[in-house]
């Protein structure tokens, strides 16, 4: 049996990762001949990106922006598969704040990590809106994803980062019809790949068959839940107990559909990943636009789809 470790993208497992778990419990990997093992980063020695670029980790899942900026300085993660086919951050707020629209932001306190990447997008969204971008007061939260309780309480008048599929969806004392939950794609954001798998572009070359069946197992775990959402709720019980079976039930039919484009799991697409260095670029995250074209794979896929 061969042994990997993938690394996820979050300080626990969420339902994002449910085909891999699924494809585990399942039997799939081990079909394969693969004895797979799903971590997490410890944030003191970096993201999933970090490990992956020292060699403590086979596989792992992280932002496709992140690897743009890896790759322009260390030409050695590759991203092989696509997770997500769109961006899952979103704005929120409270109707306490008097804010209806992304413009209002103007002069409002946002809650935020303030990363280059998330900077730059805020302001286009305001923008995009007619607001006054220079306005926006940032509060810096750090990786701290503050609830609707927290703006209720006047901790900021907003925030941006929060997952419509996943944090959006937590238990809050802040009645539905008092909230205001905007995805960031559907005002204003470009679209891109939330978030991307990779490895090693060296472990591509001396073992591809690994690489392959790795992703042929994965393939089989997403399409599986894709079909069937709620099959995979079980599974997260087991590894993340101390979460309701309601957030599973309602985080899993939302985000399955991300997985896939067209029917098909995995392709990173052109059409997105294109554009969204162009923007990266344009904003000074980037320097070099074209540095996409190094960065991604699609020839370990069951269907060798190539960019």
Known sequence: MRNLKVMLEY???????AGFYYAREQGWYREAGLDVEFTVYDPGRGDTLAYLARGEADFGIFPSNRLLVQREKQQVVVGVAAI????????????????RRPAD?????????PTPRGLAMIRQLVQADGGDADAIVIVDAGTRELTPDAIAAGEADATFGSYWAWEILMDTAVPESERIVWPVDEIGAPPYHSYLLGTQEA????EPETVRAFLEATERGYLAVAADPLAAVPVFEKFVPYFPRRLFERSLPLIAPTWLHDGAWGRQRVELIEPYAAWLAEHGILHDKEIWRSAYTNDYLPQRTAI
């Open 203 to 206: 472990l591509t070359k001396r």
């Open 84 to 99: 997500n086919h769109r961006g899952m951050e979103t704005v929120q707020t409270v109707r306490s704040t008097g804010i």
């Open 105 to 113: 932001l103007a002069g409002k306190r946002v809650a935020m990590n």
């Open 11 to 17: 300080f626990y497992p969420w339902t994002n990762s």
